[in-house]
Structures are given as structure tokens and as C-alpha cells.
């Protein structure tokens, strides 16, 4: 059994020690780190327990008489969920610590550099200069060979398949630059550029490092909640015996055991007992689906009434939900031929910069100056034109938006998001989960009609269950303040409800004898019974959401796969129009017609049924609460109820593209001031320094206004 | 010039002892958990360190 159970990566540090990664995504702060780590400690056999706070994960250093149910148990005693860490899900590579060497060893020799280089301007002459040349040489080349690798390799890429990037200009700046440097040096000349051209690289690598943190960031948070979905099921083997198998175990012909509210793992025919389904994750259809012996049942629905047994007919790739993921990805193609602005900026810019350096190194040889002078001058035009606040440009202002964007709940999953999120004109979304809450609230004029006392009975009733609504129920009661009260033997009979005795009656919360939608029944002996009610509510705020993104100029509407009748009754309550029962296929569809009539689409959904159109869209957002397939689709997640975080994240990605406009015409305009004295043959290491660090200076200022833009 | 020759390399070796003292700390994993390393300090630990 524990060979099962033990899916966390092992490896054996020492003879009798092994080592578990757990992934705990509900710790956020300290006091969670210090429970964490002293309920592990707390444990016998186990040598140590470190919590990565970044990636959410404990790793665990036990002896082998420690299981990893007995963690996981412990873990859940200090009120942690938490599960094994399969092998695929190792988080992948942080981007960002792989610019943090090259980054130290740019401003190390910058620094060292610097130093010389004021000696030499300030007037060191002769042997002096020439050994400061020297020297510099000694530790620039090697610092600029390294740390500028990132940027030759991105360059060589470009122009190996006929394309051009920011990287291009920067990499011929920065090796012509270095070139001449060096034959100045071993020429006895006066100037060398090894200053600038560290500088140069430093700027560059700080903009490209916060870029991938944030991204990192924000990745985290995201692979946080996705590993939340317990992938695996209970299997029933054929002596009786019951054990946990994960989803990427399952084969076809188990027998898996479906407690009520629990997910199915894999596709199957139910082999024993009738249960109603909630297949809204996978069609978006809100009404429960009723399934007996011999029906079809599909991995990702929703268990609702009473335990089943599923015999397993497809598992992993093979099942409905798999198809789904795999017409997403061919969806998501048309995505990844987006251009970034600074690569289409840079197409402009690049030809503009190295015409310029070539016409003035001509013209000064027409002139008649000589061949050394003539190519001095086009280097020294290259140098100033160097786009290093450009390098700058983008990432600054896209890593402080994102920053504010995730203060107010908005993670930016990708790095062209907020370009794309910027441009969108038209917004469809889905219904279920992404306007409404998608879980079943009891209506609270129900509620208010308790009295306390049956209240309080309704709580402790509701919340030793599991099934979805008495979890909604116990959930919107103890937000009123009620507080439970002991109950004697209590009994839940599957598919039928919650009973037991308060004070000598018998209470019972229960199915409800006749009811259309869904609802439940507080049978109180000696008492009238309480119908009590459940609908999927709206979000908070929609209205004021719709609202902020029509004065935007975004018209929205609901593309769902729910029926007509209920997709009608929340069109009716937000005022949009609406197109219902749309399959996966259907959604997409309607995306492709509008992007093909010029409108460029922001979806929002969160369904696997969402999956294609979210891949498929200009852009797209799903809430926290989506399906694992919805949110890895999507380029931004939001945490939290309200619908705000809509207008919220569009108006801060147009703020953004604002300022990176600005930003270009800052660095550029910067630049264009020094171009004349650089081409007039003026230009010195010093200007050159001085332009340098006050144009990135400007620039990262300039995008630190977006620290508010999420507001 | 006297000056030069002995604050010149003192900068550099300086600079380099810095230099690797990030490069160890960076394989060492000191960057791997820069939010747990935030927040740990604000662990109460009881008793003690184990």
C-alpha cells in the first residue's frame, strides 16, 4: 500500500533517511511556516521539515517507518491540505535565477570599470591611461563575453531564422563597442567604451531580471492553486480491499468508490448505486444530471447525492476531459504569433539605427576623413543609439503594473498579457463560475424565516456533512453569526440526508419531498418543515463591473453551455445578451467570428468547457475558483469574488502600454538628442555614460507612476 | 602612482571577495525561497532550535 501512496518524490540522502516534497498551498505567512514545520518536527522518525514559502512546498527528511499518509495527516491536524508532490509537477525552472550571476558580474566589473575609466577622463594621461585601458580590457572582456550571453544567444536565434529582435542591436552594439575598445587599448588610443558598455549590459539585465521574477511570481501562485484538485480515487479491489489510487494510475476496468461531493477522477459506467452529477466544469449545463447502474459518467463532474461505483472505461489521456486540453493547444497557436511591442519596435528601430551609424561612417569618408576616423564615428552612433532604456522600457513598466495588478488579486500569468489585455474591444463570458459563483447559496429570505434556535440546528446538521449544499449551507450560516449546538447521534443516511436528536426531538435535514430546483428540507419534529432553497448566485458587483467596462468601450455578453432557461434568467438580471447551450467547439466559434470582424476578444471562463476560447481569445482571465484547465489557459487569474477585477485588469494594462509608449519615445528622444554630437565626431565615453544612465533612469521613473494603476 | 598600485588591486580583491561570496550564496539555494526567507524571521520558535 505505501508504494502506492508514496507518489512524492523520494531519493535516499542517506541510508535510512528518505525525502518527501509535499505541496501545502494554504500557507501564506509565517505563523503557517512555523505549524507547518512544528507539526512535521512534531513527528516521530522525521529529521527535519523546510517549508519553500515561494513554491508552497515542505520538504521532509523521515525515516522509512514515517508514511506519507502519516504527514499528510499531521499536516491536516494543523489544518493544512496537502498532497504529495508528483514527479511532473517539480516547478519549473525559476527564469529569473539564471540572470542573477550574469547581472552580479556586470555590476562587479561595471563598478571596477567605472573607477578607472573617471581616472582617465579626469585627466590620467600616458603610461597611467594605458595601464587603465589595460586593466579594464583585463576585466571587461571577460565580464561582457559572460553576462551578455543571454542577449547573444536570444540575438543568434533571431537571425538564424530570419528575424530580428531588441537583442540584434544590442548585440552588434555591444561587440562592435568592444572591438574597437580593445584596438584602442593595444593602439595607445585615448578613449575606450568598456565603461559604457557594462553599463550598458547591467541596465539591461536588471530590466530582463525583474521581468522574469515577476514572471516567476506569478507563476507560483498559479501552479499553487492548480495543484489544490486532488487528482485520484478511491479503488475497490477484488478481495474488498479499498486503497488511494492517483489519476495517472488508474486503468480501465477498476472499480472506483465516488463518495458524495467528490470529483471523478477518470470516465466510467457506474456500476453500483444511482447518484445525481454536476457536470458543470465540462459543459458549463447547471442542472444536475440524474445516473444510474450502466450509465456514462465523465472525469471532472461532480458527485452530488449518495456514493457510487464507477467502473472505469477511460483514464488519463483517453478521457473527455484530456480531448478537451488537447483542442485547446491547438486553439492556443494563433496566440503565440503575437508579436511583442519591443520586438516590433525594435524591427523599426534597429534598420533606422544601423542605416544612420552606416551613412555617417560614409559620409565622413566622402569628406575625407580616414578610414580609422570614419569607423570610429559609426561605432561611437551605434553606442548612443544602444537602446538601453528601450531594454528598459517595457519590462519596467510591465513588472510594476503586474506588482500592483497582484496586490489587488490579478496575477499575470503571461508576459504578453498585458499588451494583449490592452487591446481588447469586446468581452464574452461564460456564465456559470465566471458571472455567477457557480456553487449553489441558500436564498437568504429562506434563512432570514428561521428562527435562531432552528438556525443553530440547521448549522451543526449542515456542517457534519460533506454534500455541496449542506457545505453551502454551514458556510452561509456561520457568516450570519450562528452558532452550532451539540447534536446526539447523529446519522447521515446517502442520498437522503442528515439526522439526529436535539433535546430529545428528532431534527433532520433532508431531501426535500417534492421540490423543483435544488433545495433542501429542516424537518424539525414538532415544527413546520423549512424548505430552504438554492440558486447559483451572481457575483458581487457584476453590475458595477459591466458598467465601468461599457464606459471602457468593452460591450459584453454571456456565451455559455447551459440551457436556455437559466442562462435567460441571468441575462434578464445583468441586461446582457446572451447565446446558450454553446458546446466547446460552439464558444470558439463565436470568438473566431469576431476576431474575424476586426474585434479583438477578451473571454472569461473558468470551466473545462471554457478551455479552447480561453486559449483561442485576444486575451483572457479566469477567476481562482476555475478549473485547473481554465486557469492554465488564461493569461490572468483573479483571486476573490468580484467581477471588478475585469475593468480592473484592462484599465491597468492600458495604463501600461500608455507609459511603455511613453517610455519608447523618452529613451528614443534621449537618444536622438546625442545622436548629431555623436555624428559630428564629438561624442565621448563620458556623454556616452552620462546618456546612458539618465535616459534608464528617466525611464524606470516614469514607469514607478504605474505602482497605482490596479486602482 | 604609489597609491594606485596598492588601492587598485585592494579595490579589485575587494570586489571579487563580494563577487564570491554571491556566487556561493547563489548555489548554496539562498535565492530559492526569497518569501519564506522574509517571513521566517517572524517565526516564534519555543524552546529550543532542534
Not at chain 1, 548585440?171 to 580593445?182: E, H, K, N, Q
Not at chain 1, 489519476?247 to 453500483?272: C, F, H, N
Not at chain 1, 520586438?343 to 544601423?354: E, G, M, W
Request: glycine share 8%; hydrophobic share 50%; net charge neutral.
Amino acid at each position: 500500500m505505501n508504494a502506492h501512496l508514496q507518489t512524492g518524490r523520494q531519493s535516499q540522502p542517506s541510508e535510512d533517511l528518505l525525502e518527501t516534497i509535499l505541496v501545502v498551498p494554504g500557507m501564506h505567512c509565517a505563523g503557517c511556516m512555523g505549524k507547518v514545520e512544528g507539526a512535521l518536527r512534531a513527528i516521530e522518525g522525521v529529521a527535519s521539515a523546510r517549508v519553500n514559502l515561494t513554491a508552497r512546498q515542505v520538504r521532509v527528511s523521515h525515516a522509512g517507518s514515517v508514511t506519507t499518509p502519516r504527514i499528510v495527516a499531521a499536516l491536516s491536524g494543523a489544518g493544512f491540505a496537502s498532497q504529495p508532490r508528483e514527479d511532473d509537477d517539480a516547478p519549473p525552472r525559476s527564469a529569473a535565477r539564471a540572470l542573477f550571476a550574469p547581472l552580479a558580474v556586470a555590476a562587479f566589473a561595471a563598478m571596477n570599470v567605472m573607477q578607472m575609466s573617471v581616472g582617465v577622463w579626469n585627466g590620467a594621461d600616458g603610461a597611467t591611461r594605458e595601464m587603465f585601458h589595460l586593466l579594464s580590457a583585463l576585466i571587461a572582456v571577460p565580464a561582457i563575453v559572460y553576462s551578455g550571453m543571454p542577449f547573444f544567444s536570444s540575438a543568434w536565434s533571431a537571425v538564424r531564422n530570419w528575424r530580428t529582435n531588441m537583442d540584434v542591436p544590442i548585440t552588434i552594439g555591444v561587440t562592435l563597442a568592444t572591438a574597437l575598445s580593445l584596438f584602442e587599448t593595444f593602439s595607445g588610443g585615448h578613449t575606450a567604451w568598456f565603461d559604457g558598455v557594462l553599463m550598458l549590459l547591467f541596465f539591461l539585465l536588471a530590466g530582463r531580471t525583474l521581468d522574469a521574477m515577476m514572471r516567476d511570481r506569478a507563476r507560483a501562485g498559479v501552479d499553487a492553486l492548480m495543484r489544490q484538485a486532488a487528482p485520484g480515487a478511491l479503488v475497490v479491489g477484488r478481495s474488498g480491499t479499498i486503497e488511494w489510487l492517483a489519476a495517472r494510475d488508474l486503468v480501465p476496468g477498476m472499480v472506483m468508490r465516488i463518495a458524495a461531493g467528490e470529483r471523478l477522477a477518470a470516465d466510467g459506467t457506474i456500476s453500483a448505486g444511482a447518484s445525481r452529477f454536476d457536470r458543470s466544469l465540462l459543459t458549463g449545463e447547471s442542472a444536475a444530471i440524474p445516473a444510474t447502474q450502466g450509465d456514462e459518467v465523465l472525469a471532472g463532474t461532480l458527485n452530488l447525492d449518495a456514493p457510487v461505483d464507477v467502473k472505469v472505461s477511460r483514464a488519463g489521456k483517453g478521457t473527455a476531459l484530456a480531448e478537451i486540453a488537447r483542442v485547446m493547444e491547438a486553439a492556443g497557436q494563433s496566440r503565440s504569433a503575437y508579436v511583442r511591442i519591443a520586438d516590433r519596435a525594435s524591427k523599426l528601430y534597429a534598420p533606422a539605427v544601423h542605416a544612420l551609424a552606416l551613412v555617417s561612417g560614409i559620409a565622413w569618408l566622402v569628406m575625407g576623413a580616414g578610414w580609422y576616423q570614419s569607423l570610429v564615428i559609426a561605432i561611437s552612433v551605434l553606442i548612443i543609439t544602444c537602446p538601453c532604456a528601450i531594454g528598459l522600457a517595457v519590462p519596467v513598466a510591465q513588472v510594476v503594473a503586474s506588482g500592483a495588478l497582484m496586490k489587488q488579486g490579478v496575477m499575470v500569468k503571461d508576459a504578453t498579457a498585458l499588451e494583449r489585455m490592452a487591446q481588447v474591444t469586446r468581452l464574452l463570458i461564460d456564465k456559470t463560475g465566471t458571472l455567477t459563483l457557480g456553487r449553489p447559496v441558500p436564498d437568504p429570505r429562506a434563512l432570514d424565516a428561521l428562527s435562531p434556535k432552528s438556525a443553530a440546528i440547521a448549522l451543526s446538521l449542515a456542517s457534519n456533512s460533506s454534500h455541496p449544499l449542506s457545505r453551502a449551507l454551514a458556510e452561509a450560516l456561520a457568516q450570519r453569526g450562528v452558532t452550532a449546538v451539540t447534536l446526539e447521534d447523529i446519522t447521515e443516511i446517502a442520498g437522503h440526508g442528515m439526522s439526529a436528536h436535539h433535546a430529545g426531538r428528532k431534527v433532520a435535514l433532508r431531501r426535500p419531498d417534492a421540490s423543483q430546483s435544488m433545495a433542501t428540507a429542516l424537518d424539525i419534529t414538532g415544527e413546520p418543515v423549512r424548505l430552504i432553497t438554492f440558486a447559483d448566485a451572481l457575483r458581487p458587483d457584476c453590475a458595477a463591473a459591466i458598467a465601468r467596462l461599457k464606459t471602457m468601450g468593452i460591450e459584453a455578453s454571456i456565451l455559455s453551455g447551459d440551457n436556455a432557461a437559466a442562462v435567460a434568467t441571468i441575462s434578464r438580471d445583468t441586461g446582457l445578451t446572451a447565446q446558450c447551450a454553446a458546446s466547446p467547439a460552439d464558444k470558439q466559434d463565436a470568438i473566431a467570428r469576431l476576431q474575424a470582424a476586426g474585434e479583438r476578444v477578451l473571454m472569461a471562463g473558468d470551466g473545462l468547457n471554457d478551455g479552447p476560447a480561453l486559449a483561442a481569445a485576444h486575451a483572457s482571465i479566469a477567476p481562482g475558483s476555475a478549473s485547473d484547465v481554465g486557469r492554465s489557459a488564461s493569461d490572468m487569474v483573479f483571486l476573490g469574488e468580484s467581477l471588478l477585477a475585469l475593468p480592473r485588469a484592462v484599465a491597468a494594462s492600458r495604463r501600461t502600454m500608455a507609459v511603455v509608449r511613453q517610455n519608447f519615445v523618452l529613451a528614443i528622444g534621449y537618444n536622438l538628442l546625442a545622436v548629431p554630437l555623436a555624428m559630428a565626431g564629438y561624442l565621448t565615453p563620458l556623454m556616452a555614460a552620462a546618456a546612458m544612465s539618465s535616459s534608464s533612469v528617466i525611464v524606470v521613473a516614469n514607469s514607478l507612476r504605474l505602482a497605482r494603476a490596479a486602482r | 602612482m604609489n597609491s594606485i598600485a596598492l588601492l587598485l588591486p585592494l579595490a579589485l580583491i575587494m570586489g571579487s571577495i563580494g563577487l564570491g561570496a554571491f556566487f556561493w550564496s547563489l548555489r548554496r539555494g539562498q535565492y530559492e525561497d526569497m518569501d519564506g526567507a522574509a517571513n521566517r524571521i517572524l517565526i516564534d520558535e519555543e524552546g529550543p532550535l532542534p
